[in-house]
């Protein structure tokens, strides 16, 4: 028979195994990770003596708490932890009890939709925390409720926060967390002058070694390159002399693939009416001398990637050599200089 104390300290120690779990796949860059029952941690409680195999736990507090939804019911454990949220913690208690909302939040709507923005930005304010675990589960948690409409606008308010974290902080899966936050909604223009100041961070954060997080800053980069008042600031940017290495055919598909969109926006933004009113000046290490300059050997990288062994590859790198082109009514616009990177029609 277990004593009432005894249950009482399994229940416990059963919920906090709920907590350890991650919401994200460090695999995929581009779904959040749900586990279903067999990818839960095992209670070590509940492996007894005569048990050869820890069994997983799925009747904690979580488990419950989605039961009871299905039956229109609110557990309240959503509640329970915003207010344990609210209550002086150490980091390490604080971060486990980000993940568990952040898990509730995905896994219970009826609940997580009757939360209030003042949620939200409590949430939020876990963005000053000293400690950078803290910092990474706030911006999951951020992400999670940004799925909900009626919280866009209010996690749009921080959006200026996290262009600040990604760029004064040099931590990958701090990368990959605020910038999957800011990939999940478009950005109001009022965050524009925080954008061209935080520029040269995502550019350097693009050329790094780590490809989750290459992949989420090409994604948004991608995105700024459609605003008109951005384009310039994205390719007068300064890069790596060997920037081209990106269109390598050893990189990743996936990397691949979002650098070659983000190149087929810029030449496609270069060449709108809009932008071609204008004479502009380029440093000589800037992006568009590395894409479109007289030396570039982009076309060479371009022609190696048709023939990739990724049919998504080789498709983006043929819509990337026809927005080279030159303007068919070269007559009314300036004209476009010869270059390694502009594919002539004898070519």
């Not at 399994?10 to 709920?18: M, R």
């Not at 384009?231 to 996936?254: A, E, K, M, R, W």
């Not at 790198?317 to 080279?324: M, N, Q, Y």
Request: proline content about 6%; hydrophobic content about 40%; charged content about 20%.
């Amino acid at each position: 028979m277990w004593c009432p104390c005894a249950v009482h300290t399994l229940i416990n120690c059963t919920w906090w195994s709920c907590v350890w779990q991650e919401v994200f796949s460090s695999e995929n860059p581009r779904q959040p990770c749900v586990p279903g029952p067999s990818a839960l941690l095992p209670n070590p409680l509940l492996s007894s003596p005569l048990s050869s195999q820890p069994e997983p736990v799925w009747g904690g507090c979580l488990g419950l708490a989605i039961e009871r939804e299905r039956h229109g019911r609110d557990s309240g454990e959503l509640r329970r932890l915003l207010n344990s949220l609210e209550c002086k913690q150490d980091a390490y208690t604080k971060s486990m009890i980000l993940h568990s909302i952040t898990r509730c939040v995905y896994l219970l709507e009826s609940e997580a939709s009757g939360c209030t923005n003042d949620d939200v930005t409590l949430v939020g304010s876990m963005l000053d925390d000293k400690d950078n675990s803290v910092k990474i589960q706030a911006l999951n948690t951020l992400k999670a409720f940004s799925g909900i409409r009626k919280f866009r606008l209010k996690i749009q308010e921080h959006s200026i926060k996290v262009l600040e974290l990604i760029s004064t902080i040099w931590d990958s899966e701090l990368h990959i967390a605020g910038l999957r936050l800011l990939n999940n909604f478009p950005l109001p223009d009022f965050v524009h002058p925080q954008l061209r100041r935080v520029m040269p961070a995502l550019m350097e954060i693009l050329q790094s070694d780590y490809i989750l997080a290459q992949v989420q800053a090409i994604r948004l980069l991608s995105s700024l390159a459609q605003k008109n008042d951005l384009l310039y600031d994205i390719l007068n940017c300064q890069v790596h002399c060997n920037f081209l290495n990106l269109f390598q055919s050893t990189q990743p598909g996936s990397l691949l693939f979002e650098v070659l969109v983000f190149a087929e926006r810029l030449s496609e933004g270069r060449s709108s009416p809009h932008y071609r009113a204008v004479k502009w000046h380029y440093n000589k290490q800037s992006l568009h001398e590395a894409l479109f300059g007289d030396d570039s050997r982009l076309a060479d990288r371009l022609l190696a990637l048709v023939i990739h062994p990724e049919e998504d590859v080789q498709i983006q790198a043929c819509k990337v050599i026809v927005s080279l082109q030159c303007p068919q009514d070269a007559g009314i616009r300036p004209s476009c200089p010869p270059s390694h990177s502009c594919f002539n029609n004898g070519e």
